[in-house]
């Protein structure tokens, strides 16, 4: 059972590039996430789908862009990326957006140049 | 909005017992709860609360004052595998929207 997989792992950008983070989760999960984690600051809501078909901003939205593709994938875009937007990025499901626990993918570790 | 305060740094010896607290701070209330991380690891979750109490599981209990908005996460026994930084949550102020996170304490356990 894979549970919540992100892809890439690791990725490093120059500034201005552009690129997607994937996430796909095998546990029929309505909900989805995604969140940036820096150094003294925790995890921040970036986006989530609370269902398949809707998307809400969270804490820290600009500069990013998603999309649900269908219930088990929700995508992070990042159109130019830039030096602040370094971090680790974690996408999580959880069965309905009341369900009390969160499951994480291992992360995207992204470093912007 | 929402906002969750904890302490950044807790250290602690091996079998001793340690309480990480949590004040927050939020419009609609539909509980608390605790993750686990690891360095260089996912986050993991512990344990919830929705009604006021403590809830104990194993080694690890957690406690909930909503009079209070106030919680704690209670570790005992402590083993060096529990340093790892601890993370209380809570749901957005609407039902069916996503957990806002503390910035997380971190936790050493010596030897």
């Known amino acids: 059972n894979a549970g919540v997989t992100q892809t890439p792992k690791f990725q490093v950008l120059k500034t201005g590039q552009s690129m997607t983070l994937q996430c796909a989760q095998d546990?029929?999960?309505?909900?989805m996430y995604w969140y940036r984690q820096d150094p003294g600051m925790g995890l921040r809501l970036i986006y989530y789908?609370?269902?398949?078909?809707?998307?809400d901003k969270g804490e820290v939205p600009n500069g990013y862009n998603v999309s649900r593709l269908n219930k088990r994938e929700f995508s992070l875009r990042l159109e130019s990326a830039a030096p602040s937007q370094t971090s680790v990025y974690f996408c999580?499901?959880?069965?309905?957006?009341?369900?009390?626990?969160?499951?994480f993918g291992q992360g995207t570790r992204l470093t912007v140049v | 909005g929402q906002s969750l305060e904890q302490p950044s740094e807790v250290t602690a010896v091996e079998g001793a017992i340690v309480q990480i607290n949590c004040t927050y701070q939020t419009s609609g209330f539909y509980g608390l709860s605790w993750y686990q991380q690891h360095d260089g690891g996912a986050p993991t979750f512990l344990s919830y609360?929705?009604?006021?109490g403590l809830e104990e599981t194993g080694r690890f209990s957690s406690f909930l004052s909503r009079s209070d908005s106030y919680g704690y996460l209670l570790l005992q026994e402590l083993q060096m595998k529990d340093s790892a930084s601890y993370f209380c949550?809570?749901?957005?102020?609407?039902?069916?929207?996503?957990?806002?996170f503390g910035k997380g304490t971190t936790l050493s356990v010596s030897s």
């Open positions: 789908s609370a269902s398949e078909g809707t998307t």
């Open positions: 546990m029929n999960h309505n909900s």
């Open positions: 949550a809570v749901r957005g102020n609407q039902a069916g929207t996503a957990l806002i």
């Open positions: 999580a499901s959880s069965k309905t957006g009341a369900d009390t626990e969160a499951f």
């Open positions: 609360n929705a009604l006021d």
